[in-house]
């Protein structure tokens, strides 16, 4: 009877309506049971698209097929016409499904809804936010929600939760955040994670509350931190310091819709969007798409302008840009997209979970660029951000659609080519333009019919491609525009017929590119090849160096008109750069100063392609040889009075450092150990444990003393003391005796010596070091062993004046401006207790000193004595503890395990005179106080007592829980202390 009810209703009505959100229901009936009721499911979800007969049967029959499939199937089809009526349901040859103008389910118009048009106004956005939620009857697709439907259940709770969070961040926008207080409480205590909610509510809360708003922030970070071994998001960080410096609207910092840029939170920036031509209905298209989809990708060949309309098209709307182009395996699509949004992992989290957490925070766009050569991995990558945030879009560059469920497609062909009868067309107009650019004399016959004919011939020959159009038009000057449109008929001709099977447009940018590389003399061919090394810049220094190794031009076959006769040495590297400048195959320099030249990431690729292997292992070694020595050089200045030239340099270098080591790891093990060797100095000085980890990568068999000491060094920055002695140990027995290797294994070996309070260790070691810098003459490796002496005995209570005396003696004769700041910083340390005035002058000379060098551990490490002496003797103000909150910011970013407990150690006395008893105990056992030494072990001591007095029998406790504190987490717990403090009304003393 049922049965007969609904086949009437569906009779009389064109359509079904069918609701899945809450209690499954066909129109005003209920949902189909049993097996008819699966195969329903299985077509809405396939939204109109043909499902397979065998999928049918595999899902229908899941533990065992019946004998006769297909008629167990179609008797199964035969029960669902009954119920849904028999238009609706249509068979094909390949399988079942259902008209899509037939059924209106109220899952897609809720989709539709929760779909943030792009710069919507506040007021329609909580129109069309609580018309969504309007729809929301329950939790989705009853039964079906753990079976076939499960994505899609999960998808829309995940928008239901973003609808209800942004229905609160527009009511917020429309200034009526009291509406939605309690509410925001309600929805953050259900979702403590969620950091959308987060922003809502301090935002919700602020000015009227703002220890509310940062009890609510702290609470968060601590959680994130414990659960997840994440920080806050820079969005999130940068609103609680918006509230801590009490500014009247933070609104700006929490939207999450479009309106403005997204500050660029990595190095992978998008490019600086330029003026299209000709691109005006492809640009308007693109936007309506991003308007109506969340997955959308820019299809066409290479060349054809697609990053660039994808850079206008995104410009004036919040966007994190991935520029996949140099990115060679699928595993580092991920970690290229967390560089891009943010992604700051902890030490012990999981890289995945940090990532999905950081993708289900963000609204608005993420744009995936170049993702032709990886294209799983991109697809799946763009599947998991639409997957994690409802209020995020994705935009994807790439010669070939990603196949994922939600992509739009938007074809960019080349630009429009003139008429046989005409040259007026864009693809005219930008090579007209370009032209101008490249040889400004072209403005005086542009406008000439019968070269605009020649252009219009030429960029037909070109298909329309921009970068080939821009190749050519960059050749005027050196070619007339006569000489260019012949040259480059016959070539692309001769290239066409020569590979068949490559696709028309994409031969023709290759073609261009070769036909340019074809142009070239053979030494300037040689030239390009071997320039296409460097990752970056270069100067004429540098191409000198690496063009040094090519051969005598040899042209075997015969010379040619207007080329240098066989075996002939050929131009000199000067030269031969700014011939490829003034071909546009280099980026040129600007007028003055020392000219940096770069080749485009394209040609730079096409030339790798093309260049035999042999060719490009000999450039690779070249190119790596250069490098240690450039970096050689550079750590040899870093000693001297202009060491914050040679600072900069080494960081210039760094691109091209990893990229020569990596190849020289296998095929140069001795060249890969000078680069670490000579990256040692200057990474310590700049914290890079990360560089300083390359020599983990060296066979320690093959290890030189310098790689032992960089390994040494890297281990004592991220607190591994075991490995560090180890490593230290076989630096000082590979290096000779009395050479700089040993100063520098006895350097390394006293850093660990000191951070253990082995002081008499330390004073031996440097003993040594000092002996060997003095007999080689070398003033910086003496200062530095006399500094750990002084540090060693002023920690340890023993006179240390005559040693600071010495290495101040030391210091001014090196002129090193490092050596000067470790003097200062020396000063302070011993003066702290007995003349905080003048310790804390010494250390503001030491920050600002190191500083001039962007040294950061001597900045760092000033910085935190100095935080010491305040928090030992400052007055209890709010001064005080956000200078303490700052130094352990510091620390807690810079990847230094050893330097962020010292500095926690050095704060243990703040809490212990804000009489924060238990806080006191926490910390100590945090940072390990049985490690401590000297006059610092003897603080700590003396506070811990203090502590046991006003805490009792509880005092075991607290250091229990101190006991099993990560250092980060000991950090987040500190500054929540001194937030604590910094909220409290009224004066801080006791």
């Given at each position: 009877m049922l049965n007969a009810t609904v086949s009437a209703l569906t009779t009389r009505c064109a359509?079904?309506?069918?609701?899945?959100?809450?209690?499954?229901?066909?129109?005003?009936?209920p949902f189909?049971?049993?097996?008819?009721?699966?195969?329903?499911?299985?077509?809405?979800?396939?939204?109109?698209?043909?499902?397979s007969v065998p999928r049918l049967v595999a899902e229908l029959w899941p533990e065992?097929?019946?004998?006769?499939?297909?008629?167990?199937?179609?008797?199964?089809?035969?029960?669902?016409?009954?119920?849904?009526?028999?238009?609706?349901?249509?068979?094909?040859?390949?399988?079942?499904?259902?008209?899509?103008?037939?059924?209106?389910?109220?899952?897609?118009?809720?989709?539709?809804?929760t779909t943030v048009p792009v710069a919507e106004p506040p007021a329609a956005a909580l129109v069309r936010w609580e018309s969504a939620l309007g729809l929301w009857r329950g939790e989705p697709w009853g039964r079906f929600a753990a079976g076939p439907a499960y994505a899609e259940a999960v998808e829309l709770s995940e928008r239901f939760e973003v609808a209800r969070e942004e229905r609160a961040g527009a009511l917020l926008a429309l200034g009526r955040g009291a509406e939605v207080l309690a509410e925001l409480r309600a929805l953050l205590a259900a979702a403590p994670l969620r950091e959308r909610r987060v922003r809502l509510l301090i935002e919700a809360l602020t000015p009227g509350d703002q220890v509310g708003a940062l009890r609510v922030y702290d609470g968060y970070r601590r959680?994130?931190?414990?659960?997840?071994?994440?920080?806050?998001?820079?969005?999130?960080?940068?609103?609680?310091?918006?509230?801590?410096?009490?500014?009247?609207?933070?609104?700006?910092?929490?939207?999450?819709?479009?309106?403005?840029p997204s500050p660029d939170p990595a190095g992978t920036r998008a490019p600086a969007p330029r003026t299209l031509i000709g691109r005006d209905a492809q640009l308007t298209a693109l936007r309506t798409l991003l308007e109506l989809h969340r997955a959308v990708t820019v299809v066409g060949p290479g060349g054809v302008g697609k990053t660039s309309l994808a850079a206008v098209a995104t410009a004036g709307h919040r966007h994190w840009w991935a520029d996949l182009a140099a990115v060679t395996t699928a595993d580092a699509v991920a970690r290229t997209v967390a560089d891009a949004i943010g992604v700051e992992?902890?030490?012990?989290?999981?890289?995945?979970?940090?990532?999905?957490?950081?993708?289900?925070?963000?609204?608005?766009?993420?744009?995936?660029?170049?993702?032709?050569?990886?294209?799983?991995?991109?697809?799946?990558?763009?599947?998991?951000?639409?997957?994690?945030?409802?209020?995020?879009?994705?935009?994807?560059?790439?010669?070939?659609?990603?196949?994922?469920?939600?992509?739009q497609v938007s074809p960019l062909p080349p630009l429009q080519l003139p008429n046989p009868d005409s040259a007026a067309a864009p693809a005219v107009t930008l090579f007209v333009e370009r032209a101008t650019a490249a040889a400004p004399e072209f403005a005086a016959c542009r406008a000439d019919p019968a070269v605009r004919r020649t252009v219009a011939d030429l960029v037909r020959r070109l298909d329309g491609l921009p970068l080939a159009i821009e190749l050519a038009a960059g050749r005027?000057?050196?070619?007339?525009?006569?000489?260019?449109?012949?040259?480059?008929?016959?070539r692309l001709d001769l290239l066409r017929a020569g590979s068949p099977l490559a696709g028309r447009r994409q031969h023709t940018l290759a073609a261009t590119i070769a036909w340019s590389c074809d142009l070239l003399e053979p030494p300037e061919a040689r030239a390009f090849r071997r320039l296409a090394v460097f990752a970056g810049e270069f100067d004429l220094a540098a191409a000198t160096a690496v063009l040094a190794g090519a051969p005598r031009t040899v042209d075997l076959e015969g010379p040619r008109e207007g080329r240098r006769p066989v075996d002939s040495p050929g131009p000199d590297a000067a030269e031969l750069v700014a011939r490829l400048a003034e071909r546009s195959l280099l980026v040129r320099p600007g007028p003055t100063g020392t000219g940096r030249y770069r080749m485009l990431e394209t040609l730079r690729t096409f030339v790798h392609t093309e260049t035999p292997a042999a060719e490009l292992a000999a450039a690779r070694s070249t190119h790596a040889a250069w490098l240690a020595a450039a970096v050689e050089d550079a750590d040899t200045g870093l000693r001297e009075p202009d060491e914050p030239r040679w600072s900069l340099r080494l960081d210039d270098l760094v691109p091209d450092a990893a990229i020569a080591f990596r190849w020289a790891l296998d095929a140069e093990p001795e060249t890969a150990c000078r680069i670490v060797t000579a990256y040692r100095h200057w990474s310590y000085l700049r914290l890079r444990a990360d560089i300083l980890g390359w020599a983990l990568d060296i066979d320690e068999r093959r290890a030189s003393s310098g790689v032992h000491a960089a390994a040494t060094l890297h281990h004592w920055l991220v607190g591994n003391a075991a490995e560090a002695r180890r490593r230290g140990a076989a630096a000082l027995e590979a290096a000779e005796p009395g050479s700089r290797a040993e100063s520098v294994a006895l350097d390394a070996l006293s850093d660990q010596a000191l951070a253990d309070g082995d002081f008499d260790t330390v004073a031996e070691l440097n003993d040594r070091a000092h002996r060997g810098a003095r007999t080689r003459g070398d003033q910086v490796a003496a200062t530095l062993a006399t500094i750990a002496h002084t540090l060693a005995a002023a920690y340890s209570g023993r006179p240390a004046d005559p040693l600071l005396a010495r290495a101040a003696a030391e210091a001014r004769s090196s002129g090193n401006p490092t050596s000067l700041a470790w003097v200062a910083y020396t000063e302070g340390e011993l003066h702290a207790d007995t003349d905080p005035a003048r310790a804390l002058a010494a250390l503001e000379n030491a920050v600002a000193r190191a500083e001039s060098v962007h040294n950061r551990i001597i900045a760092g490490v000033s910085r935190t004595a100095a935080t010491a002496v305040r928090a030992r003797t400052a007055a209890l103000d709010r001064a005080t503890?956000?200078?303490a909150r700052a130094a352990v910011g510091y620390w807690s970013g810079a990847g230094s395990d050893q330097l962020l407990r010292t500095c926690l150690r050095n704060l243990v006395p703040l809490l212990d005179r804000l009489g924060a008893a238990a806080a006191v105990a926490e910390l100590a056992a945090a940072t390990g106080v049985t490690d401590a030494a000297g006059t610092e072990r003897l603080r700590l001591d003396a506070a811990l007592a203090r502590a046991r007095a006003s805490l009792g029998s509880a005092f075991d406790a607290s250091f229990a829980a101190g006991e099993h504190r990560t250092l980060a987490a000991a950090a987040d717990t500190l500054i929540g202390e001194l937030d604590r403090f910094a909220a409290v009304e009224g004066t801080l003393d006791r």
């Open positions: 359509v079904l309506e069918i609701r899945v959100l809450g209690e499954l229901r066909l129109g005003d009936g189909p049971a049993g097996r008819p009721g699966l195969l329903f499911a299985l077509l809405l979800l396939a939204r109109g698209r043909v499902v065992s097929a019946p004998g006769d499939p297909r008629a167990a199937l179609h008797t199964t089809v035969a029960r669902l016409r009954r119920v849904v009526g028999g238009a609706v349901l249509r068979r094909s040859d390949a399988g079942y499904c259902l008209d899509r103008e037939g059924v209106v389910l109220d899952a897609d118009e809720f989709l539709t809804c959680a994130l931190a414990d659960e997840l071994g994440l920080d806050p998001s820079p969005a999130l960080v940068a609103l609680h310091g918006r509230v801590l410096r009490q500014e009247t609207s933070v609104r700006d910092a929490v939207a999450g819709g479009g309106g403005a992992v902890r030490p012990g989290a999981v890289f995945e979970t940090a990532l999905r957490h950081r993708l289900a925070e963000l609204n608005g766009l993420l744009v995936l660029d170049n993702c032709e050569h990886l294209l799983a991995a991109s697809a799946a990558i763009a599947e998991q951000a639409l997957t994690a945030s409802a209020g995020l879009r994705v935009l994807a560059t790439s010669r070939q659609r990603l196949g994922i469920s939600a992509e005027l000057g050196a070619l007339t525009l006569d000489d260019l449109a012949a040259h480059l008929t016959h503890l956000a200078d």
